[in-house]
Nanobody, 116 residues
């Protein structure tokens, strides 16, 4: 299991930006896939973006061109830069890590609220 701690959520106006951080308890070189999911009130949890250990990325259609996932290997941290935020981006954002042979780990989440 990987311990994950998210930070960076908060209240932002439409069109604004936030950067979420997720600190992992082990070297992210040893993690096969790290990603961000979100869950809005009354909705199912959905994938926002992920990045593989090889650096490949993938994004939900709803965030393409606005969100960017990246890593800082020295800090064992994955980031989600969110620009041009919309009210429909309001959700609890969860960090996720997958290690082949070990399984999937989740953080406790950080709340992002986009409202004027």
């Amino acid at each position: 299991q990987v311990q994950l701690v998210e930070s960076g959520g908060g209240l932002v106006q439409p069109g604004g930006s936030l950067r979420l951080s997720c600190a992992a308890s082990r070297s992210i070189f040893t993690i096969n896939n790290m990603g961000w999911y979100r869950q809005a009130p009354g909705k199912e949890r959905e994938l926002v973006a992920f990045i593989t250990s090889g650096g490949s990325t993938n994004y939900a259609d709803s965030v393409k061109g606005r969100f960017t996932i990246s890593t800082d290997n020295a800090k064992n941290t994955v980031y989600l830069q969110m620009n041009n935020l919309k009210p429909e981006d309001t959700a609890v954002y969860y960090c996720n890590a997958i290690v082949v042979g070990t399984g999937r780990s989740w953080g406790k989440g950080t709340l992002v609220t986009v409202s004027s």
